[in-house]
């Protein structure tokens, strides 16, 4: 059965990559538990998952359960015989991350524009689903504004190697003037 899988905006690569694999339908929601459940049931899904850890399950009302994720990677590491380790690894090595990086800035949507003018001409594509998303060759960024602080949260990831990920989080910050936090 191809199943639609829901995941938020901000590290796509290796969930788009694990989906498609297994047969599955990969769909985009903006962050946050309310819309990610939306999503689901427009979509018919049967998991949604977001990058902060909250795991959404139709099967089970669509609510947020960290036990039913324990369960199922356990019985995955138990019936594979492979360490956790091994399969955090590899899928890393195909697309690091950087994980979220946070930015106290003055101005967060000003901050956002200026990064998006340096960046925009580049781009294999832009995606405003939720904050902004750019696209590249080998690599990708989500900056978004937080809704409770003065920060902006960056997220890239890259099939180019880590070392990308500190050249652009350098290149990023410099333009966007603020102190990661």
């Known amino acids: 059965e191809c ?6 905006p901000r590290v796509i690569w290796n969930t788009q990559d694990i989906v ?9 929601a903006k962050t946050g ?4 459940k939306q999503k689901m049931r427009l979509e018919e899904a049967v998991y949604g998952g977001e ?15 960290g036990m039913i994720p324990w369960i199922l990677v356990t019985e995955l590491i ?10 955090v690894k590899d899928r890393f090595v195909a697309f690091h991350s950087s994980g979220e990086i946070n930015f106290r800035v003055e101005d967060a949507g000003r901050a956002i524009d200026k990064v998006f003018e340096a960046y925009r001409a580049d781009a294999l594509s832009i995606d405003d689903t939720d904050g902004l998303s750019l ?37 990023i910050g410099n333009l966007l003037g603020g102190m990661s936090t």
């Not at 199943?3 to 938020?8: A, E, K, Q």
């Not at 498609?20 to 985009?28: C, D, L, T, W, Y």
């Not at 990058?51 to 609510?63: G, T």
């Open 51 to 65: 990058i902060s850890a909250h795991h959404y399950f139709r099967d089970f009302a669509y609510c947020d359960s």
């Open 135 to 171: 696209t590249f060759r080998d690599w990708r960024f989500n900056l978004r504004q937080s809704n409770t602080e003065p920060l902006v949260r960056l997220n890239i990831e890259t099939t180019g190697g880590a070392n990308k990920i500190d050249e652009i989080i350098n290149n």
């Open 3 to 8: 199943s639609n899988i829901v995941h938020d």
């Open 78 to 87: 138990s019936r594979s015989g492979r360490p956790l380790g091994d399969w």
């Open 33 to 36: 538990h309310v819309f990610m």
């Open 20 to 28: 498609r694999s297994k047969g599955g339908v990969a769909v985009q």
